[in-house]
């Protein structure tokens, strides 16, 4: 089979197997599937489509989108400056996702893994980072390791790169903060497209043993309203990130990708408190701090 | 006294104006104010600042920020790219505000004013316009009317063009929605200086008398849980519309200005649903429909 299908049927197995796996986590949340086709903007040729599966109202997940998706389309003039083409007809597949837990104490986190084919260039990108609202050192470093083990059996060197790339890709500029405490982001992956694809898998493989763990520690830890209002405010941010910053989301309806599916990851409630400032040594203050000057983890 | 001075003088008295009207229907909201400056881009010039009032936790207002500011600065590429400029100093006086009712039966409202002065050329652009939760025909009727006839007072094919532009400006791609019931908007009133300003003064005298009638009208319906929902999903599409296309909240994001004033537009509680869709012929659908195929309202 060549290359594109057999990384599109490896999407679309590793989708399955994370809403399994979610979905045992969370005693009342289940996936609600739409399969969607992809329409181009008018007088432009382009079709395909995608799957996306979401969760909402869980105990353990408050919403958690996993979306699939394979288009053929037109770079229009804006999206081929961005990539430094011409404009061309190009093909994308990908898996994204974003889980917003109900409690405070478990982190958001987010992946991407996607392949995108041009005329004559194809290449892999992607990525895994953590969002937490209380930072607990033992879960930012457990992600971070078990995504350096993923890194290190294609290359020892990558994890360093890709960390650092994540750190300086999810910043608001406008906050002087970063989204959270990173994980790894790596683009532009081209040459060997066969080895590159095992390292996405490797990638793939190692995102619910990095994530889970962390959900199954913290999910039971007690919170308040001041947790909760907390959380609120910091998922202000993750919009702000990607609604402004965010490659993917501004991508996506750049091309008339399906709406919903593209914004499935903004959270499901969310403050916006006029100039909030965490008291100065609070738990809160801790994690903002964090965020300003990003740390090795590992 | 020069003009640039007199436009300055017209915000902060206009600002007082409304947030004093503001205060007095509210029993509980109160107006706090942090003046601030304006720091530049590490190694260019420039300074200034402004004055923010914000009013929070109001019963009638959920959160009000009305803004004044007054900044000097250089154009960096972007933003002389997009005014086709050359990079150059700026000055730049403004004011700005939103203001989010607590009631689901209240319409959110916005209004900016700004004065833009470069190297050899200098503009007026404003607008205001409303955006309800729920549809009340008379009240978008008695807000345009309102503002057709400040806008009449200087040229009486003012508010035909300018109504077209609101709707044009306020218009989520994504979503092919307008963010609301529309209202003016116009930009580039270069040329006769005074009389633009004259024209500017008349739409600032024009806000309170367009608004407050219908927040008078409205703020003592009943309302429960479902039109809340409706509410927070609702303002989900305003921060969409803020955080992605608002030149205003960009330009002031990309000078380097001071974010707790540029985002104080955003509501203080926000829900997004994945694929909410309103119920066919209830006042849910009814208000997307007409946001889907903008009225004359007068």
């Known amino acids: 089979m060549q290359l594109p299908q057999r990384v599109r049927d490896y999407f679309a197995e590793l989708q399955r197997a994370i809403c399994t796996a979610l979905e045992a986590r969370d005693?009342?949340?289940?996936?609600?599937?739409?399969?969607?086709?992809?329409?181009?903007?008018?007088?432009?040729?382009?079709?395909?489509g995608g799957v996306s599966r979401v969760l909402t109202r869980g105990d353990t997940f408050e919403k958690a989108g996993v979306n699939i998706a394979h288009v053929r389309g037109e770079l229009n003039e804006r999206l081929a400056a961005r990539l430094e083409v011409e404009p061309q007809p190009f093909e994308a597949s990908g898996i994204s996702l974003v889980i917003h837990?109900?409690?405070?104490?478990?982190?958001?986190?987010?992946?991407?893994?996607?392949?995108l084919e041009l005329r004559d260039r194809a290449w892999f990108g992607g990525g895994a980072d953590l969002t937490p609202y209380y930072l607990y050192h033992e879960d930012a470093a457990h992600f971070h390791l078990t995504l350096r083990d993923a890194c290190n059996l294609h290359d020892p060197a990558g994890y360093a790169r890709y960390k650092r790339a994540c750190d300086e890709y999810f910043y608001l500029r406008h906050r002087q903060?970063?989204?959270?405490?990173?994980?790894?982001?790596?683009?532009?992956?081209?040459?060997?497209?066969?080895?590159?694809?095992?390292?996405?898998?490797?990638?793939?493989?190692?995102?619910?043993?990095?994530?889970?763990?962390?959900?199954d520690r913290r999910r039971n830890e007690p919170w308040w309203d001041r947790e909760r209002a907390w959380q609120l405010l910091r998922r202000g941010r993750y919009v702000e990130f990607n609604l402004i910053?965010?490659?993917?989301?501004?991508?996506?309806?750049?091309?008339?990708?399906?709406?919903?599916?593209?914004?499935?990851?903004?959270?499901?409630?969310?403050r916006w408190d006029y100039d909030h400032r965490p008291e100065p040594g609070s738990p809160e203050a801790e994690l903002v701090e964090v965020l300003r000057r990003p740390r090795e983890w590992i």
Chains 1, 2 share one sequence.
Not at 101 to 115: A, E, G, K, Q
Not at 195 to 204: D, K, R
Not at 246 to 268: A, H, N, V, W
């Open 27 to 48: 005693s009342r949340g289940r996936f609600r599937e739409d399969s969607w086709q992809y329409a181009p903007e008018s007088g432009q040729t382009g079709g395909g």
């Open 101 to 115: 837990p109900l409690s405070p104490h478990v982190p958001t986190v987010h992946m991407n893994l996607r392949f």
């Open 177 to 215: 903060e970063t989204r959270g405490v990173g994980g790894i982001f790596f683009d532009y992956l081209s040459g060997n497209l066969e080895a590159h694809f095992a390292f996405v898998q490797e990638v793939g493989q190692a995102f619910l043993p990095a994530y889970l763990p962390i959900v």
């Open 245 to 270: 910053y965010d490659r993917g989301t501004l991508f996506g309806l750049e091309t008339q990708g399906r709406t919903e599916s593209i914004l499935m990851s903004l959270p499901p409630l969310v």
